[in-house]
């Protein structure tokens, strides 16, 4: 069994717990504007602050000029990922035009081709760290980290055995060069905000 097998098995023996904390956390009195995610069975909890949210729109509607308004593209999106209890809720996600949600209503992380996670202060360790590393066990084509604290993207390719291959490192303000992955784009970031 490969450490991919290993994961995956391990994802989908954790989904019914997942699905009962999520049910949790959908009855808890969470303030508007705030998004819950899991992360290695931890709850993290984060509001959702104007920089952040505009800079998904951002590369929201940079996909959807790319792909059209028809796009599999989702935000804040439960998808569970290889790994201990990892329900994420990615900033955005980016699926094969062939993806359907499995018999449960969940999306696969199998058919997931793009990621973007704007980094939050209080849980930018996740999105560098543990969510990374799921990403790249999942076998995620292209994983951008817009960090408007550091003024910087960090686009991760080329997964192979749990890792990322690949990392190029962009400053605000130059553009992002995707042409040749899945996402063929080529991403402006001149107006992201920062921190």
């Known amino acids: 069994m490969t450490v991919l097998d290993d994961r995956t098995a391990m994802a989908e023996s954790d989904t019914g717990r997942l699905d009962e904390w999520f049910e949790l956390l959908e009855r808890m009195p969470v303030p508007e504007g705030f998004r819950a995610e899991i992360v290695g069975g931890c709850f993290y909890m984060v509001p959702q602050r104007n920089t ?11 996909l959807e ?29 980016m699926l094969k035009d062939s993806a359907e949600p499995d018999e449960t209503g969940h999306w696969r992380h199998q058919d997931v081709e793009f990621i973007a996670e704007v980094i939050s202060e209080g849980t930018a360790a996740n999105d560098y760290g543990p969510k990374r590393t799921a990403y790249a066990v999942a076998e995620v084509p292209v994983y951008l980290i817009a960090d408007p604290y550091q ?7 080329d997964p192979k055995e ?14 992002v060069n995707l042409t040749g992955t899945v996402v063929d784009l080529v991403l402006k970031t001149g107006d992201f905000p920062r921190d």
């Not at 952040?52 to 940079?62: D, E, F, G, N």
């Not at 000029?65 to 900033?91: A, E, H, M, T």
């Open 52 to 62: 952040h949210w505009q800079i998904i729109r951002r590369v929201l509607r940079a």
């Open 65 to 93: 000029d790319r792909f059209g308004r028809d796009v599999l593209v989702f935000s804040d999106v439960r998808i569970d990922f290889p790994g201990k209890q990892n329900g994420f809720c990615p900033d955005i996600a």
């Open 151 to 157: 003024g910087r993207c960090h686009v991760h390719t």
């Open 162 to 175: 749990g890792d990322y291959t690949t990392v190029t490192n962009v400053a605000f303000g130059t553009n």
